[in-house]
């Protein structure tokens, strides 16, 4: 089985200053890894994902984020944040090998004050 | 469509009554997926159907949760006998395919149990 911890339920920060969403998880096998944004009355958002190769993928509104491996990690990154990326973000892994399944952290609400 | 749309967008009914929630996937998609998403926590896997078959049904809560999707497009979410447990906003996504790793999800229908 697997699980996601996003270590911090609220991170409140400045407009223009950086940001770093926390996501550990925890399988026995290997997985797939994602980040998702959900705004206000909206679906949830595909941010970026890793499948395989690079470990620093950057997603879509300046986003990157870094898998390690070795530390069960893959936390979510902006260098300069806006108004705009005031939002919920979730992490979620899906197990190699034919599951169709994604399992979701808690969450993180980013809050980007002026 | 042009994304993912659920009806209705919410939905208030009283403990013991039945009730149906409808997905209509993005044209084209054959996967197509049920989330739950109970206040302050992350998606949960319902049940996940690959054209008309009902491929992974393991995240079905109980025998009173049941989905169909007898065409191969739009998909139902049936809960009979409604508790106030069940209150939580129910998510559908779609993807082309199974492994595509690109979920597609609709805003959600937002269900109250009194």
């Known amino acids: 089985a697997q699980s996601v911890t996003q270590l911090d339920s609220q991170v409140p920060v400045f407009e223009e200053a950086p940001v770093e969403l926390r996501c550990n998880y925890s399988?026995?096998?290997?997985?797939?890894l994602f980040w998702y944004v959900q705004y206000p009355n909206q679906g949830l958002q595909l941010l970026l994902k890793?499948?395989?190769?690079?470990?620093l993928v950057k997603g879509i509104n300046g986003f990157e984020a870094e898998f390690n491996k070795s530390q069960t990690s893959f936390h979510l990154r902006k260098p300069s944040v806006h108004i705009s990326d005031t939002a919920e973000y979730f992490c979620?892994?899906?197990?190699?090998?034919?599951?169709?399944?994604?399992?979701f952290g808690k969450g993180t609400k980013l809050t980007v004050n002026p | 469509g042009a994304g993912v749309s659920q009806t209705p967008s919410n939905k208030v009914t009283e403990k013991g009554k039945y009730v149906e929630l409808r997905c209509d996937p993005i044209?084209?998609?054959?996967?197509l997926y049920w989330y739950r998403q109970s206040l302050g926590q992350g998606p949960e896997f319902l049940i996940y159907?690959?054209?008309?078959?009902?491929?992974?049904d393991s995240g079905l809560p109980n025998d009173r949760f049941f989905a169909v999707r007898p065409e191969g497009s739009v998909s139902t979410l049936k809960i009979q006998r409604t508790e106030r447990g069940d209150s939580a906003v129910y998510l559908c996504?779609?993807?082309?395919?199974?492994?595509?790793?690109?979920?597609?999800f609709g805003a959600g229908s937002r269900l109250t149990v009194l």
């Open positions: 996504a779609s993807s082309p395919t199974a492994g595509a790793n690109v979920l597609t």
């Open positions: 399988s026995s096998v290997s997985v797939y």
């Open positions: 044209s084209g998609h054959t996967a």
């Open positions: 979620a892994v899906q197990p190699q090998g034919g599951s169709e399944k994604l399992v």
């Open positions: 890793y499948l395989s190769g690079s470990t």
């Open positions: 159907f690959q054209g008309t078959g009902a491929a992974d």
